[in-house]
């Protein structure tokens, strides 16, 4: 039964990882303020931590937009 929550659990996290990094990997992608380059930066970064790295992107989005 352990067994059974532990993979549970695990199936759960990788889920939610692989959803955020699909969002921010479309928000980076629709986001024309970027080169090439950058857009690239983001989505590799996106695919290690994607909620931490979509803090950093949203601060850097209200910096250019300033």
Do not use: C
């Not at 939610?16 to 969002?23: D, I, M, R, T």
């Not at 857009?39 to 996106?46: F, G, M, P, R, V």
């Amino acid at each position: 039964m352990g067994e059974l929550i532990f993979y549970s659990i695990l199936l759960i996290a990788a889920l939610g990882h692989a959803v955020a990094a699909a969002k921010m990997y479309r928000e980076v992608n629709a986001d024309k303020g970027l080169t090439f380059k950058q857009k690239n930066d983001w989505k590799l970064k996106a695919l290690i931590f994607p909620a931490l790295f979509w803090f950093y992107y949203r601060q850097e989005k209200k910096k250019r937009a300033s």
